[in-house]
């Protein structure tokens, strides 16, 4: 006769360990799920009956003559603590152990035994103290809702079901739980200690969870509230260094308290999950005789992550899941090696900033999301991690300057997380596999045929006016004696944007000539128009050099915006509003051609502005204090 195992929460990565290493034949389960989800774990031993969590129902008759029931049940506390989800954390709990303790004083053969599962978090953030199951309990949130889970548990008696309790810590299985972001983050070379990294982790293989599980049902000498936790438990920064062994990495960035306060608010989750920490020892569980299968963290580790699940067998969906991944790599890496050498042969413009940002997070969000389970944010936070690692190592290369790197960020990386966003969309589409590479590798050459024969110049003409307390006059006085600006602490004039210092206004016979003098260079102008007291225009024949980037190694001219930018005249016009104020409008003209054009010609209108306002108001101070003098 068959022997049934009733789990209530059986949907979970814990009911999965079970499934996936109780193997044996003579066993089937019944899952307790809000859903009936028939097909969410596919082995003919595992049937589905749906219930509440709270209330008696039809479920109660799959306890009659059980051989065991486990509770699992209980809202995931890999959230926000919000009020509403501290209520339903600590509810879902409390009413999922009362509908199962009345259902099982309600079976005429209960089952033999009844296993609940609680949480080391019982015992709160202690620091390097021992903790058994004879210690002092802990404070806080997750200890209280233990506390309440627990007492719950014991507040009903059930006569003919032997009751075992056990407060689990952190499980580790490579398919699921918690482990699997970290994994990941090691695998992307954030695998230093978290947070100070002092803080104890207790830890269980999923072998030996489930081989705790089968003894609690098989012991009868089993009985009362259990530590479930491997006999070595390790420090965070401990366990770091043993998961970037596993998954092969020997770099490992810590990650401060700070950024993973501000990661987990992006995440949806909250810090202390991971900042707090408990030594916790499975003393009753040794003394009952239960032999760990992994006591030591490493060999744990190098189990799941080197020989997952034995060597009995090769896993094909796993093996499809490297060749794909290595495909994409392979992507990636032409993606990456060919399209800026694309881009800078043709030109400066969509392709570079547009088509290569959003094909490179397409084609990584193809290679980090061919599971399931990856959180759509984990994947975003991760693609722009990379967008601005990038960015920033082309300053560190001396490829582009401070200001480049700057201005290119706030498109770069939103269209990278935009391609990843694709990728989270399309890639279990069996098409994707075919014609995505295809077009990916296909759209950036295109852009560029597009950036060099259909991409024309555009215009901009920007105007900066301002009222000054003083006659036409007593400012065009100012304007035709030598004037200086004197320097910029605008940001991106202060870093390397050519603008204005002085200029000096030479007249002759033939020609007025305006000289001007640029932080990056001199030029002299050619006045085309001059009407004393209300007009000073002019045309740039030779502008200076545009820039003189800021760079961690000496100044860098950006080289390839020599062609890109041109000034076709500037302008001063002065407006008398009344016998002692004027309004002065200065003026720009200029064509530009870097794509694309509706984003750089917001920098470029922003730039020109404030140099008309750094010449403007040196203009208006000293024209107000000459006519204040006078």
């Given at each position: 006769m068959k022997k049934k195992i009733v789990i209530a929460g059986g949907t979970g990565f814990l009911a999965q360990c079970i499934f996936r290493n109780l193997t044996d034949n003579n066993i089937t389960f019944v899952v307790l799920t809000r859903s009936a989800q028939s097909s969410f774990y596919p082995d003919e031993r595992v049937t589905y009956c749906q219930w509440d969590g709270k209330t008696i129902g039809a479920w109660q008759k799959e306890l009659e003559g059980a051989y065991a029931v486990i509770n699992l049940a209980g809202r995931s506390v890999d959230c926000?603590?919000?009020?509403?989800?501290?209520?339903?954390?600590?509810?879902?709990?409390?009413?999922?152990?009362?509908?199962i303790g009345i259902a099982i004083n309600r079976c005429e053969q209960p089952p033999k035994v009844w296993i609940n599962a609680g949480s080391a978090a019982i015992y709160g953030n202690r620091g390097e103290e021992i903790l058994t199951e004879e210690s002092k309990l802990g404070e806080g949130f997750s200890a209280e809702v233990c506390k309440q889970w627990e007492e719950t548990f014991y507040d009903i008696i059930t006569p003919s079901s032997r009751k075992v309790f056990l407060r689990i810590g952190f499980v580790l299985g490579k398919d699921g739980g918690a482990l699997k972001p970290m994994a990941r983050l090691a695998s992307w070379g954030f695998g230093g200690p978290q947070g100070s990294g002092e803080q104890y982790m207790s830890w269980l293989h999923e072998k030996d969870f489930c081989g705790i599980i089968e003894k609690s049902i098989a012991d009868e000498a089993m009985e009362g509230t259990y530590n479930c936790c491997a006999p070595e438990p390790v420090t965070n920064k401990t366990f770091m260094a043993g998961l970037r062994s596993a998954v092969g990495r020997n770099l490992g960035i810590p990650l401060s308290e700070w950024m993973l306060r501000t990661g987990s608010k992006l995440l949806g989750t909250e810090a202390e999950l991971v900042l707090n920490g408990r030594r916790v020892l499975p003393k009753k569980l040794q003394d009952a005789g239960y032999q760990f299968r992994f006591p030591s963290l490493q060999p744990a580790l190098y189990d799941l992550f080197i020989h997952p699940y034995g060597t009995e067998g090769v896993d094909t969906q796993k093996l499809e899941t490297v060749r794909s991944k290595i495909f994409w790599w392979i992507v990636l890496g032409i993606v990456i090696a060919c399209s800026p050498l694309l881009a800078f042969l043709g030109e400066?413009?969509?392709?570079?900033?547009?088509?290569?940002?959003?094909?490179?997070?397409?084609?990584?969000?193809?290679?980090?999301?061919?599971?399931?389970?990856?959180?759509?944010?984990?994947?975003?936070?991760?693609?722009?991690?990379?967008?601005?690692?990038?960015?920033?190592?082309?300053?560190v290369m001396g490829v582009e300057g401070l200001i480049c790197v700057v201005m290119a960020l706030p498109i770069i990386v939103p269209l990278m997380a935009l391609g990843t966003f694709f990728a989270y969309l399309v890639q279990r589409k069996i098409w994707a596999r075919l014609y995505a590479p295809m077009f990916i590798l296909l759209l950036n050459p295109v852009g560029v045929l597009y950036d060099i024969g259909l991409q024309d110049f555009e215009n901009s003409t920007i105007k900066t006016e301002i009222i000054i307390n003083a006659g036409d006059k007593k400012i065009w006085e100012q304007m035709e004696h030598p004037f200086e600006f004197g320097k910029s602490d605008f940001f991106f004039l202060k870093k390397g944007v050519s603008y204005p210092l002085a200029m000096r206004l030479e007249k002759n016979d033939n020609c007025n000539m305006l000289a001007c003098e640029y932080s990056n260079g001199n030029l002299n102008a050619v006045v085309d128009s001059l009407q004393p007291g209300r007009l000073l225009r002019f045309s740039i024949k030779e502008p200076p050099v545009s820039m003189s980037e800021t760079s961690i190694y000496p100044n860098i001219e950006p080289e390839h915006v020599r062609s890109k930018f041109f000034v076709d005249y500037g302008e001063f016009r002065i407006e008398p509003t009344s016998d002692s104020t004027c309004r002065v409008i200065a003026t720009t003209a200029y064509r530009y051609k870097v794509g694309p054009t509706w984003y750089w010609r917001l920098w470029s209108d922003r730039l020109v502005n404030q140099m008309h306002t750094h010449v403007l108001e040196k203009l208006k101070e000293k024209a107000e204090q000459h006519a204040r003098a006078n």
């Open positions: 926000r603590y919000t009020e509403a989800n501290r209520k339903e954390i600590l509810e879902s709990r409390i009413d999922s152990t009362n509908a400066y413009g969509s392709t570079l900033f547009v088509l290569l940002p959003t094909s490179v997070g397409f084609t990584w969000g193809m290679i980090k999301s061919r599971s399931r389970q990856m959180r759509l944010g984990e994947l975003m936070l991760s693609t722009v991690t990379i967008g601005v690692l990038l960015c920033l190592l082309f300053l």
